[in-house]
């Protein structure tokens, strides 16, 4: 090692040990109700945290004896902050919060995840796997997590709990990803291809989201998780503009990222539109409309692939996409119960509002198919 990546070392490893200490006073703090205490503690773990993962990236250079033990470590005093905090909430409240319930138990299946992963490295004479973003992005929401709940915060603390859940499962699905491929065989996903399949991958999320109450009625649902889902579906938008513009800017375009891309919308989308069907925002021939168009383009893409054709994306179909983005966003927003208030006969004009965007969308984007296939005439004549 150079004298500078040793000094680095030794530096993490005492702001590491601080992080851990730091722990202790939390529990005493949390059963006496001195949140403020509470909560300068968990600050300085957070801002450690943040500076071990992003500035030394201590997970990365550490050796992995120390590595395993001080992880492990940290994820039993994360776990055992969040377990102190359920169970006096429970004790107090006389009610078990279940997306806190969710988050021990996730909390408690990484650390052990992660523990039995290094020992089998160690035992096999590996080094480990380096930190992805995920992972440290994770790390980060779980910090934040504990300290508005450590604030008790009752209007934040599910949103960031959902958003740590979210966090931890796109983490869990980047480390599966990197441990399984072959790199003798593969080359590591590009950032711009990570954000595009970060939208697949987080689209069965927003499917339990949506439906968390278990009820399809979707003005049943808490206003917490039609904040969440809005948000979602606001991220769903932001990567699918991020990914062509990084790929683009940083040389980055790819075979993979042009039919991912159409795809990971396709999917996020239609994912989108079957949850308003089963709400009542829209009907079924709007929603077998859309499906029809997009199976159909796919087809024409797979076709124009054989005779070694890649079909770039049509401006009507960057039209389609924009306006069945703005349609969602306007019956997610629409759909808030703080709309119902504001508003004068928001009741009356919702009767209409979501099947009227519906219609716009499926006429917008019926239109886009016709277009694709109006311009691939040199393809369909192979076969027509």
Same mark, same amino acid.
């Given at each position: 090692?150079?004298?500078?990546?040793?000094?680095?070392?030794?530096?993490?490893?005492?702001?590491?040990?601080?992080?851990?200490?730091?722990?202790?006073?939390?529990?005493?703090?949390?059963?006496?109700?001195?949140?403020?205490?509470?909560?300068?503690?968990?600050?300085?773990?957070?801002?450690?945290?943040?500076?071990?993962?992003?500035?030394?990236?201590?997970?990365?250079?550490?050796?992995?004896?120390?590595?395993?033990?001080?992880?492990?470590?940290?994820?039993?005093?994360?776990?055992?902050?969040?377990?102190?905090?359920?169970?006096?909430?429970?004790?107090?409240?006389?009610?078990?919060?279940?997306?806190?319930?969710?988050?021990?138990?996730?909390?408690?299946?990484?650390?052990?995840?992660?523990?039995?992963?290094?020992? +089998?490295?160690?035992?096999?004479?590996?080094? !480990? &796997? @380096? $930190? %992805?973003?995920?992972?440290?992005?994770?790390?980060?929401? #779980?910090?934040?997590?504990?300290?508005?709940?450590?604030?008790?915060?009752?209007?934040?603390?599910?949103?960031?709990?959902?958003?740590?859940?979210?966090?931890?499962?796109?983490?869990?699905?980047?480390?599966?990803?990197?441990?399984?491929?072959?790199?003798?065989?593969?080359?590591?996903?590009?950032?711009?291809?990570?954000?595009?399949?970060?939208?697949?991958?987080?689209?069965?999320?927003?499917?339990?989201?949506?439906?968390?109450?278990?009820?399809?009625?979707?003005?049943?649902?808490?206003?917490?998780?039609?904040?969440?889902?809005?948000?979602?579906?606001?991220?769903?938008?932001?990567?699918?503009?991020?990914?062509?513009?990084?790929?683009?800017?940083?040389?980055?375009?790819?075979?993979?990222?042009?039919?991912?891309?159409?795809?990971?919308?396709?999917? +996020?989308?239609?994912?989108?539109?079957?949850? !308003? &069907? @089963? $709400? %009542?925002?829209?009907?079924?021939?709007?929603?077998?409309? #859309?499906?029809?168009?997009?199976?159909?383009?796919?087809?024409?893409?797979?076709?124009?692939?054989?005779?070694?054709?890649?079909?770039?994306?049509?401006?009507?179909?960057?039209?389609?996409?924009?306006?069945?983005?703005?349609?969602?966003?306007?019956?997610?927003?629409?759909?808030?119960?703080?709309?119902?208030?504001?508003?004068?006969?928001?009741?009356?004009?919702?009767?209409?509002?979501?099947?009227?965007?519906?219609?716009?969308?499926?006429?917008?984007?019926?239109?886009?198919?016709?277009?694709?296939?109006?311009?691939?005439?040199?393809?369909?004549?192979?076969?027509?």
């Amino acid at each position: 090692m150079s004298r500078l990546t040793v000094d680095k070392l030794l530096y993490g490893r005492i702001l590491r040990i601080l992080y851990i200490f730091a722990f202790l006073p939390v529990f005493y703090f949390i059963w006496d109700e001195y949140e403020k205490l509470a909560a300068v503690n968990i600050s300085i773990i957070l801002i450690i945290s943040w500076y071990l993962q992003f500035r030394i990236r201590q997970q990365d250079i550490e050796i992995p004896y120390y590595q395993l033990w001080l992880s492990f470590v940290e994820a039993i005093f994360v776990f055992a902050v969040m377990l102190c905090i359920f169970i006096r909430d429970s004790i107090t409240e006389n009610e078990l919060e279940k997306m806190l319930a969710v988050g021990c138990a996730l909390l408690l299946s990484r650390a052990v995840a992660r523990t039995l992963y290094m020992l +089998s490295m160690l035992r096999e004479g590996k080094s !480990f &796997l @380096a $930190s %992805g973003f995920w992972s440290k992005a994770a790390t980060i929401s #779980i910090n934040v997590t504990m300290l508005v709940y450590v604030l008790n915060l009752e209007h934040y603390q599910q949103i960031c709990m959902g958003a740590t859940v979210l966090m931890l499962f796109a983490a869990g699905v980047s480390f599966g990803y990197r441990y399984y491929r072959d790199p003798m065989h593969r080359k590591p996903l590009s950032v711009c291809n990570q954000l595009t399949m970060s939208r697949i991958v987080l689209t069965p999320v927003f499917l339990w989201v949506f439906f968390y109450d278990g009820d399809l009625n979707y003005q049943n649902n808490s206003l917490v998780f039609k904040i969440l889902a809005l948000v979602m579906v606001i991220a769903f938008m932001v990567t699918d503009f991020l990914d062509g513009y990084l790929a683009r800017k940083w040389g980055e375009v790819s075979t993979l990222g042009k039919y991912l891309d159409p795809f990971s919308d396709k999917i +996020s989308n239609m994912t989108v539109f079957l949850c !308003f &069907l @089963a $709400s %009542g925002y829209t009907a079924v021939w709007m929603v077998a409309l #859309i499906y029809f168009r997009e199976a159909s383009v796919e087809t024409l893409r797979t076709l124009a692939a054989s005779e070694k054709i890649i079909m770039p994306a049509r401006q009507s179909g960057k039209w389609k996409t924009a306006i069945q983005g703005a349609g969602i966003l306007i019956i997610l927003v629409g759909a808030l119960d703080p709309l119902y208030t504001l508003i004068p006969n928001w009741t009356e004009i919702w009767e209409y509002l979501p099947y009227s965007v519906m219609a716009i969308i499926t006429f917008v984007t019926i239109a886009s198919g016709i277009d694709y296939f109006a311009s691939s005439k040199d393809v369909l004549k192979k076969y027509v």
